[in-house]
């Protein structure tokens, strides 16, 4: 299998390096759920910080191959300058996604945004931006149907 970037079809696909890519293995990823099951903290429903610091120690107990290899990343980078992790289990509740943004959706479980803040804080301390979603952590950036091949934030209404 060959991993790609995310990169116009019109100026063609570039192969990632094998070392810029880690598969979770079947023993880690339900290693991983467990701790997701356990996770007690909404990121909705909490003080951010709080919500971090929840994360970091969750990580600390992820399987010793897949925490040094984010380590690794995060101390020595690589060639490509990304590390694509792929395998982690997904979240047992997947709603429909919205047709229009800034849709509150309920959900009883948060394992993206628990993943994602857990290998943010093994990489340095997170950040939001004013400009991008008012400032949220996690944007929920939904596809246009005319904009389906683009990866890109400009999707929302500017007021």
């Not at 990580?59 to 990343?73: K, Y």
Request: net charge negative; proline share 10%.
């Amino acid at each position: 299998m060959v991993a790609t970037t995310a990169v116009s079809k019109k100026n063609g696909v570039a192969p990632l390096d094998p070392g810029s890519i880690y598969y979770v293995t079947d023993c880690e990823r339900r290693n991983v759920a467990a701790l997701l099951e356990l996770f007690e903290y909404n990121p909705y429903d909490h003080d951010p910080e709080l919500f971090f610091v929840e994360a970091e120690l969750t990580f600390a107990g992820f399987p010793c191959p897949l925490r040094r290899r984010v380590l690794e990343f995060r101390d020595c980078g690589n060639r490509d300058g990304i590390l694509l992790i792929r395998g982690f289990p997904r979240d047992p509740v997947v709603p429909p996604t919205p047709v229009r943004p800034h849709v509150d959706v309920e959900r009883p479980t948060h394992y993206g945004e628990i993943l994602m803040a857990c290998i943010a804080r093994a990489l340095g301390q997170p950040a939001a931006y004013l400009q991008e979603d008012s400032g949220h952590l996690y944007q929920y950036i939904y596809p246009k149907e005319d904009q389906g091949y683009k990866q890109t934030s400009a999707v929302l209404p500017c007021f």
